[in-house]
């Protein structure tokens, strides 16, 4: 039995993650930080025939990082793959100047600081896999490839202070974790989902949020994916 965990994954790109995990045989635990729309959520993957459950887990409150934790390990005994998806914006079009100091610490609240909260919680039972995986889902904006690229069509989204730096900072984290992990059946890298329409950039992106948990999704799975890499959408590895 294959065990999944996925955050934020009541709604977008994570939703749409859980789904296709499901449908090739995963467990998966649907993880929000909300009981209603968690719930929700879970109920109509199972409505499918999917094995879905919900899991409250709100990544920047300790207690539901621990208690999920604790969960995992009481119902299944080990964890085989952790989708750090959840993630939130706050620039709203404001240039970097004018991005309240607040604003910036609540994106890496969630961002980067729970990403290493759930990662660190999941580090035991992820161990008891035999090939377990941590997949950060992050974004070329946030690499620096991306950000120094004069000439990127994208240009218009490099004063993204909070979202851009964040996923910067949490790709840092992603090779941090890899070279402490290298000697360990566990994998960790970054996905990039693609510029998917959701509600954290005012539905937008050019591709939907079922085509980015599709990507997400396969790009999680695959069989001989090394440790410590960026891929993109199309499954190619991206420069940091």
């Known amino acids: 039995m294959n065990i999944a965990l996925i955050t934020g994954a009541n709604k977008g790109i994570g939703y749409a993650t859980a789904r296709v995990l499901a449908k090739s045989g995963y467990v998966v635990l649907v993880g929000a930080r909300d009981p209603e729309r968690g719930r929700k959520a879970a109920e109509e993957l199972a409505g499918e025939g999917l094995d879905a459950r919900f899991v409250r887990l709100d990544v920047t409150d300790p207690d539901t990082v621990e208690a999920a934790a604790a969960r995992v390990e009481r ?46 919680a999941m580090l035991p039972l992820l161990r008891r896999s035999e090939a377990g995986r941590v997949v950060n889902v ?48 566990i994998k960790v890298y970054a996905v990039a989902p693609g510029f998917c329409a959701t509600d954290l950039n005012g539905f937008i992106g050019t591709l939907t949020a079922d085509e980015g948990g599709e990507h997400v999704a396969r790009q999680a799975t695959l069989p001989d994916v090394p440790t410590g890499v960026f891929l993109s959408e199309q499954g190619g590895t991206n420069p940091w």
């Open 138 to 185: 992050s974004s070329g904006l946030g690499t620096f490839a991306f950000l120094a690229d004069e000439e990127s069509e994208w240009r218009q989204y490099a004063t993204l202070l909070g979202y851009n730096s964040s996923k910067a900072a949490l790709n840092a984290v992603t090779l941090i974790y890899a070279e402490e992990l290298r000697d360990t059946p």
């Open 75 to 120: 119902e299944f005994g080990h964890l085989d793959l952790l989708i750090n998806n959840a993630a939130i914006s706050r620039d709203h079009e404001r240039t970097p100047s004018r991005l309240p100091v607040a604003a910036l610490r609540e994106v890496y609240e969630t961002n980067v600081i729970g990403v290493v909260a759930v990662t660190n």
